[in-house]
Nanobody, 126 residues
């Protein structure tokens, strides 16, 4: 199973960006897909998680209302839409896939996720 995150770049504060996550090598079409980010010198932080098969998507409070996670099942693609970006959103963004749903997956514990993309850099600066 391979995940590849893409779509990062330099963006001005207040603008939007959409990141993509391509999943290949498996038919994990019903398993949880999450996004994390890691700023320099900080731990990897959970942003939110969704199921491929539908149902509620869970977000951390710090991005709720600004970030949206969604997926295109027929394309095996996941997305992270980020609006009203701020300099503190600057980080490397990662997508991750778990093999089943659990409370640890919903809480965003990194060890609950079996597969990770390589990360894509997002820099928010004027």
């Amino acid at each position: 199973v391979q995940l590849q995150a893409s779509g990062g770049g330099l963006v001005q504060p207040g603008n939007s960006l959409r990141l993509s996550c391509t999943v290949s090598g498996s038919s994990f079409r019903n398993d949880p897909l999450a996004w994390f980010r890691q700023a320099p010198g900080q731990e990897r932080n959970f942003l939110g998680v969704t199921r491929w098969s539908g149902g509620p998507t869970f977000y951390v409070d710090s991005v709720k209302g600004r970030f949206t996670i969604f997926r295109a099942k027929h394309e095996n693609m996941g997305y992270l839409r980020m609006n009203d970006l701020k300099p503190e959103d600057t980080a490397v963004y990662y997508c991750a896939l778990a093999t089943s749903w659990s409370s640890a997956v919903q809480r965003g514990e990194p060890t609950a996720y079996s597969y990770w993309g390589q990360g894509t850099q997002v820099t928010v600066s004027s």
